[in-house]
């Protein structure tokens, strides 16, 4: 059995996570990136994804939305705009999401705002992490 | 002189409105607890927020973010409620934004206002201040979203020079029975000293530059929305005390109607009674 480390998971919203796991895989802007106990101190950004932790040889995953993350020897502390349990998905309703956003996407004008371009792309990415999830259930 | 009639309507009127008043108050004290919330659980997310800031900021210096230059144009960020009846929520907020253009006026710098919250939009409305955006009927649904579509609005108008410095103005929450007007200074970023140390050595991806790049704005948005809660839990506190003490008065006002009911009354009755005896003795004669 692995060596624990503790793993928190933090929105605006509050603690959505804070346990002791075994091994940690999250969606960095540089590609998926794998956590153990020990790990080199490291901060990077995370994208809109799915993140999942590994504790008794089982992967729980949530849909996370952009942020970014703290790893230290003995911690991991992420801090995402949103997320969301597989249970607490509703696949319809996040593919209508999905639809709509899409819609949006295309009023906005990427030179022109490309800020606002960017956090619209965000949240299709995030609502196209939920609906894969929510399909592998 | 008003009547027995009148007078009994009166009470009749007023004690509707204590009904009415009381159950904004109960309604104001559920949304507050639920607004406390919302603050309690937003804030491990700003604090981390801010630790990790911090500990890049004092890395590496130079962002035009933390730099700050000689103000000329200024945006000042209004957070007001959406409705009224609650006390001098909006109106405190109203005067200390005021007191602001004048001390602002005085220095020559020229000052923008964006509003959050229609109170304040209806106010300056009318006045000769230049609102660049206007949020309005938004206190039911804030959200981390709605502080982000604000501050990019108001990063890029920082970034692209057009403002030298951001204010936020806003009741921020202390208890239920108080709230403080705050006004913060939000662009730029004002290196705070105790935050202000070097942390241990990371391994950075991508580049510190751009980790920081990124990560300023985001800052500045949980400010935004910390300000936001806090501003929606202090409305709920004001109005909760407010109509709490317009139930008083009304219980106040329907006492002394009731007095003076009886009193009619009574003296109504004697003068019926007078005239009565007065009648018989008229016979008897």
């Known amino acids: 059995m692995a060596e624990k480390f503790k793993v928190e998971l933090i929105t605006p919203r509050g603690i959505v996570l804070d346990r ?4 940690v895989i999250a969606p960095g802007v540089m590609g998926e990136f794998g956590v153990l106990s020990g790990h080199t101190p490291m901060l990077t950004f995370i994208k809109p994804g799915i993140f999942s932790y590994l504790e008794s040889d089982r992967f729980v995953k949530y ?5 970014f993350c703290e790893v230290l020897k003995d911690s991991v502390t992420v801090l995402v705009e949103e997320a969301h349990t597989a249970e607490s998905i509703d696949k319809a309703e996040a593919s209508q999401e999905l639809l709509k956003l899409e819609k949006e996407l295309l009023e906005i004008d990427a030179l022109e705002n490309s800020v606002q371009y960017e956090r619209a792309l965000n949240r299709i990415k995030v609502a196209k992490a939920k609906i894969s999830l929510a399909g592998g259930n | 002189m008003a009547s027995l009639r009148d ?15 009381k159950a904004m108050k109960m309604v104001a004290a559920a949304k507050l607890r639920r607004a406390e919330e919302a603050i309690k659980s937003g804030r491990p997310f700003s604090e981390k927020m801010r630790e990790v800031m911090m500990s890049l900021a004092a890395r590496t210096q130079a962002h035009q973010m933390l730099e700050s230059r000689p103000p000329q144009k200024a945006l000042l960020i209004l957070v007001t409620a959406d409705r009224g009846l609650c006390g001098a929520f909006n109106t405190n907020l109203q005067r200390r934004a005021e007191a602001f253009l004048k001390e602002t006026k005085a220095k020559s710098i ?3 206002l964006l509003t959050v919250g229609r109170k304040g939009n209806d106010y300056f409305r009318r006045r000769q201040v230049t609102i660049v955006e206007k949020f309005n009927n938004v206190m039911n649904s804030i959200s981390y979203d709605l502080a982000g579509r604000i501050v990019s609005i108001v990063t890029e108008k920082f970034l692209a020079g057009e403002y030298q410095e951001v204010y936020v103005l806003y009741n921020s929450f202390r208890s239920a029975v108080a ?25 950075y991806e991508p580049s510190e530059e751009e980790l920081l790049q990124e990560l300023l704005p985001r800052y500045v948005q949980v400010q935004v929305f910390t300000g936001l809660l806090d501003s929606v839990a202090s409305e709920h506190g004001a109005r909760m005390s407010a109509m709490e003490a317009a139930t008083t008065n009304a219980g106040e006002m329907i006492q002394k109607l009731t007095l003076k009911l009886n009193r009619k009354r009574q003296e109504s009755i004697t003068t019926e009674l007078m005239e009565i005896v007065g009648g018989a003795e008229a016979l008897k004669g």
């Open chain 2, 179 to 203: 709230q403080i007007i705050t006004l913060r200074k939000l662009l730029p970023i004002a290196p705070d000293e105790e935050g202000w140390k070097p942390r241990r050595a990371y391994l």
């Open chain 1, 20 to 23: 002791m796991v075994e091994e």
């Open chain 2, 110 to 112: 020229q000052v923008d």
């Open chain 2, 7 to 21: 007078i009994r309507k009166r009470i009749a009127s007023v004690k509707n409105t204590q009904k009415i008043t």
């Open chain 1, 63 to 67: 849909v996370v939305g952009a942020g």
